[in-house]
C-alpha cells in the first residue's frame, strides 16, 4: 500500500476496520498502522549502559570509545552527581563535532531524583535516531548510582523507553582500590588514605550492585597492580559475586569497542589490530612509530542487521533489593569549587597533602578544569582519586576569547564542605612559602645528565626542568625528534603522569615553556626528597 498523503486518508483507512473483531496485536492502530501502511517497524535504539564507582575510569573508556568508532554516530548521556558535570564537559570539549548529541543529567542520580529526567532524554533520542541522527546511545551513570532502575525501565517493553533495547550494562572497576577492597580485614597496619577510601566501599550500598548487575566488567588500571596473582585473586572475588561474568582487563580504558558496543559486526582483520592495541598498552595520547592507530585500518563498524528483531537479554532483577535513598545512608555529598584566579602550585599541594591526612573528612573524588600562576594560562583537566592518586592532564590551548578559571568537583563521604572551599580559596594567594628545598632538589638532578634544568632563581617554589633522554650521549635535540623519531614532549608528559601517580603528595605540572619545548614544574617542599627515588627511576625507564 502507498504511504498516506492526507490525513483524511488516515482516518477513511481506520473506519474500514471493526475494532470488535480485531486481533489483540491489532489494538494499538498506531502500531499497527506502521505495520500494515509502510510494513516495517521502526528500529529499537541500542543502549550501552557504562557504571561503575567513583574515579573507576567510565569518562576515560567513553573518550576511547568516541575516538575509535568511526563511522558509527553515537549519542552520550552523562550523568553527574554534583551541580556541576565536569564529566559532560570533557566529553563536550573534545569530541562535540563527533557526538550525535550530549544530554547532561547534574545535581543527582540517574537512578532516583533525576531518573523522571534520564527517561526524558532517552525518549528524545530515540526520536532523533528516527530522524538519522545517530544509531547508537552510550549512557554513563555518575559513580554513586545504582544501576538497577534504570536497566530496569530499559528492559521494560512498554512506556517511553519501549524501544530502548538494553545491548551491554559496563561495569568500570579500578583494580587497585578493587584489590585493596578485598585484602582489608581491618588490618591496622594500612595507612590513612587506604582506610579512608576503603572505609567507604565497605559504607557503600551501591559498590556491589554495580558490580552484581554487569554483563561485562571493565576491570581497569591494571597497570597499578603489580604482580598478577593479584589479578587472580581479583578475579576470583568478581567470579564469587558475578558468576559467569566476562572480565576484561584494561589499561587507560582501552578496549576493543566490540566488547562493550555488544551488537557490531567487524572484519577479521579490524578486531586483529584492536587485539594488538590492548596487548601493546598504548594510551590515547600516545603517538609517534611506536604506536598503534586505528587509521591504518581500513573497514567501518555495522550495527547488527537482524538487531532490532533480537530478544532483550534476561537478566534475572529480582535477588536485588531497590536502593532507596542510597545517597543519604552513604552519606555521599558533593561540593563546588569556582574561581577565575590561578592556583598556586605549592599551596594547592599543601591542599593535596591535608586531604592525604584527613583534615576535611573522607574526600575521595576530585575532578575538574585547574590552572596555576607558573602554567603560563594553560588549563588541565584535574582527576583525584583511587588511593589518593592524582592525574593532570594538559588542556588544549584555551580560545583567545575565553578566560582560564578553576572549576572543582570535590566528592566523599561526610566531608566538611565549608573548610573544603575556605582551603581552595587559600591557595589562590601569591605568598608561596620559600624552602631551601629548591637548592637542594637542582643539585639533586644536576647529578644526572639527562635532566635539563630551566630553574636559575633558587628563591622561586619550584623549579622546571625536563627529561632529555637520548640526548645526554651527544645527540642534538633536532636529531632525536626528526631523525630517531623521539617525541621529548610526550616522554615528559608520561614522567609527569608517573611522578602524579605515585603516592606522595607532590604535584607535577606539564609546563608548555617555549612553543617546542614542554617541561615539567614541581613545587618543593620540606619533603621533597621522597620525590627523588621515584622520579629518577621513572626517568630511567622511559629515556
Not at 60 to 89: E, F, G, P, Y
Not at 337 to 351: G, K
Request: glycine share 6%; net charge negative; with cysteine.
Amino acid at each position: 500500500m502507498k504511504n498516506p498523503k492526507n490525513q483524511d486518508f488516515l482516518i477513511t483507512h481506520y473506519l474500514k476496520y471493526d475494532l470488535e473483531f480485531m486481533d489483540s496485536d491489532k489494538v494499538n492502530l498506531f502500531d499497527y498502522h506502521e505495520r500494515m501502511v509502510w510494513n516495517q517497524r521502526k528500529k529499537n535504539l541500542p543502549v550501552t549502559l557504562v557504571t561503575g564507582f567513583l574515579g573507576s575510569g567510565k569518562t576515560t573508556l567513553l573518550q576511547h570509545i568516541l575516538s575509535q568508532k568511526r563511522n558509527l554516530k553515537i549519542a552520550v548521556a552523562v550523568n553527574d552527581l554534583a551541580q556541576i558535570n565536569i564529566d559532560s564537559q570533557i566529553l563536550e570539549r573534545k569530541y562535540k563535532a563527533t557526538i550525535g548529541a550530549l544530554k547532561d543529567v547534574s545535581d543527582g542520580c540517574a537512578c532516583c531524583n533525576k531518573h523522571a529526567i534520564f527517561q526524558d532524554y532517552v525518549w528524545q533520542d530515540i526520536q532523533q535516531m528516527d530522524d538519522g541522527k545517530f544509531d547508537y546511545l552510550l549512557v554513563e551513570t555518575s559513580g554513586v548510582t545504582d544501576p538497577l532502575s534504570i536497566i530496569a525501565s530499559l528492559e521494560k517493553n512498554f512506556g517511553k523507553l519501549f524501544r530502548a533495547h538494553l545491548d551491554t550494562v559496563v561495569t568500570v572497576l579500578d583494580a587497585d582500590t578493587t584489590l585493596m577492597y578485598i585484602q582489608d580485614q581491618g588490618d591496622s597496619s594500612a595507612k590513612s588514605d587506604e582506610l579512608s577510601f576503603n572505609e567507604v566501599l565497605k559504607h557503600s550500598s551501591v559498590f556491589l550492585s554495580q558490580i552484581k548487575l554487569a554483563d561485562v566488567i571493565l576491570l581497569n588500571k591494571t597497570d597499578l597492580v603489580d604482580k598478577q596473582e593479584d589479578l587472580q585473586i581479583i578475579n576470583e572475588f568478581l567470579a564469587g559475586i558475578a558468576p559467569g561474568v566476562r572480565v576484561i582487563p584494561a589499561k587507560y580504558g582501552i578496549v576493543p569497542i566490540h566488547s562493550v558496543l555488544g551488537n557490531l559486526n567487524f572484519d577479521h582483520l579490524e578486531i586483529l589490530f584492536l587485539k594488538l592495541h590492548v596487548s601493546l598498552g598504548v594510551t590515547p595520547s600516545e603517538s609517534g612509530p611506536g604506536a598503534v592507530s586505528h587509521d591504518r585500518v581500513i573497514g567501518e563498524f555495522k550495527i547488527n542487521a537482524h538487531y532490532s528483531e533480537m530478544p532483550a537479554k534476561q537478566r534475572n532483577l529480582s535477588s536485588i533489593e531497590p536502593n532507596i535513598d542510597h545517597l543519604a545512608k552513604d552519606a555521599i555529598s558533593s561540593t563546588v569549587f569556582t574561581h577565575f584566579d590561578p592556583f598556586s602550585h605549592s599551596l594547592f599541594q599543601e591542599f593535596l597533602k591535608s586531604i592525604r591526612a584527613g583534615k576535611f573528612g573522607r574526600i575521595i573524588r576530585i575532578k575538574g578544569t585547574i590552572w596555576f600562576q607558573n602554567s603560563n594560562g594553560r588549563t588541565y583537566t584535574f582527576n583525584f582519586s583511587g588511593r589518593m592518586r592524582f592525574d593532570l592532564e594538559l588542556d588544549p590551548i584555551l580560545h583567545i576569547k575565553q578566560q582560564p578559571k578553576n572549576q572543582l568537583v570535590v566528592i566523599g563521604m561526610n566531608i566538611d564542605e565549608n573548610s573544603i572551599l575556605k582551603a581552595l580559596s587559600e591557595c589562590l594567594s601569591d605568598q608561596h612559602p620559600v624552602h631551601q628545598s629548591c637548592k637542594e632538589l637542582i643539585s639533586a638532578l644536576q647529578q644526572h645528565t639527562m635532566f635539563e634544568i630551566f630553574t636559575q632563581d633558587i628563591t622561586q617554589p619550584f623549579v622546571l626542568f625536563r627529561l632529555l633522554g637520548v640526548v645526554e650521549f651527544g645527540i642534538t635535540i633536532d636529531q632525536a625528534e626528526n631523525e630517531y623519531r623521539i617525541n621529548l614532549n610526550q616522554m615528559n608528559l608520561d614522567l609527569a603522569r608517573a611522578i602524579n601517580m605515585g603516592k606522595t603528595h607532590h604535584i607535577a605540572i606539564p609546563i608548555q615553556f617555549t612553543e617546542s619545548v614542554l617541561c615539567i614544574g614541581i613545587a618543593v617542599d620540606g619533603e621533597y626528597s621522597k620525590i627523588v627515588p621515584g622520579l629518577i627511576e621513572s626517568a630511567e625507564r622511559l629515556k
